[in-house]
């Protein structure tokens, strides 16, 4: 006599058919059998299974009831894994009645660089999946669309770094620049990022004025701006000069010297301040009822050491002193100060050596500094 043995209610799964590690981002398959308590294959479930998975990111079949039919106990789903290593896929009925697991460790994908900027940045090395090649060994060039920037030195990675350095990079022209890094010998391997460049933009005054605050472009960038207090026409001799020039906001900070004394010139007969002790002084302050204020003055000396008897005689353009700014780290855009709107406590004189108003602040030709 013979039975044909029918196969009881589904208590258990197990997953097979998967493979023991995947590239990120490649379509796993995972085959999900039920069993009965006798371990049989439960060819009669008609239940509802759901994938979950340990990957926050993975794309998993949706969840789906079996067909007794055309399943028979049997059904094949699929993952879509995209983070690194060991990454488990759980395979449960609705009713939480069974689960089962399989485990598929998860390769990186092809190299690609991510940098981070503006000036400390970093070069890090992932795939296309956001995966971190912490093992990653190539050297690294740059380049970048602003002709001027100082772009950082090649960089060769050798495996041990984790997958990322530190980079500097300085940007000289404004307005939105990349820096892009690529592989020595396969530039296909790639990566950029941009930044949107914020500096100082001083625009000289217009013509005219017995003194006159101009833009020393060979010693400015975005970063820093010098402007220099040079003799106009009408200011022939002079013995001390000064201006304090309240500024708007905190988008710039005092430079590293914030007052420059002029350096000689053939041709040209600047002030000579002197040896040490100097009539010279400058400020910027942060607090106080000065604050946002810069102040500054020289004079030759009256007495001791290199003193000066009687006024220098000034060629046009004969260089006072500068004054040196610094761009602030959280500056936004906007006016720092206008010459055509000078605001409330700007003061400004050039004197002679008995201490006479040879130009007063009405003879100063200030332009414009702003942040753009």
Request: charged fraction near 15%; glycine fraction near 10%.
């Amino acid at each position: 006599m013979s039975f044909t043995v029918a196969a009881a209610g589904a208590v258990s799964c197990a997953v097979s058919q998967f493979p023991a590690t995947a590239p990120a981002g490649s379509q796993v398959p995972l085959r999900v059998t039920v069993y009965d308590l006798f371990d049989n294959v439960s060819t009669g479930f008609a239940g509802v299974v759901q994938l979950t998975s340990s990957d926050a990111r993975a794309q998993l079949s949706p969840a789906s009831a079996f067909d007794p039919s055309s399943d028979r106990g049997s059904r094949v789903y699929s993952a879509r894994l995209l983070s690194a290593g060991p990454q488990m896929v759980t395979a449960a009925e609705s009713t939480n009645t069974f689960s089962c697991q399989a485990t598929v460790t998860i390769d990186v994908g092809r190299a690609q660089f991510v940098i981070t900027l503006p000036v400390d940045g970093t070069v890090t090395v992932k795939d296309g999946f956001d995966n971190v090649r912490t093992d990653y060994a190539g050297a690294v060039t740059f380049t970048s669309s602003d002709s001027l920037a100082t772009r950082p030195a090649d960089v060769t990675f050798d495996g041990t770094q984790g997958g990322s350095v530190t980079i500097g990079a300085r940007f000289i022209s404004l307005g939105v620049q990349s820096l892009t890094a690529a592989q020595i010998g396969d530039v296909t391997i790639t990566g950029s990022a941009t930044t949107n460049v914020h500096g100082f933009v001083y625009t000289d005054p217009a013509a005219g004025g017995k003194v006159r605050l101009v833009l020393n472009a060979a010693s400015s960038t975005p970063a820093a701006v010098q402007l220099d207090l040079v003799a106009g026409n009408g200011l022939v001799a002079a013995y001390g000069a000064g201006f304090n020039l309240p500024l708007a906001g905190d988008r710039a900070v005092a430079g590293t010297p914030l007052l420059v004394e002029p350096a000689a010139v053939a041709g040209v007969t600047n002030f000579a301040l002197g040896i040490a002790p100097k009539a010279v002084a400058a400020a910027l302050p942060t607090s106080g009822p000065a604050a946002g204020t810069l102040l500054t003055g020289v004079s030759q000396k009256a007495s001791g050491a290199g003193a000066k008897t009687t006024d220098t005689t000034l060629t046009v353009g004969a260089v006072m002193y500068s004054v040196r700014l610094e761009l602030a780290s959280n500056a936004t855009t906007g006016t720092i100060f206008d010459g055509n709107a000078l605001p409330v406590g700007y003061r400004a004189a050039v004197r002679d050596r008995l201490g006479k108003d040879i130009a007063e602040m009405a003879d100063f030709a200030i332009g414009q500094l702003a942040v753009r």
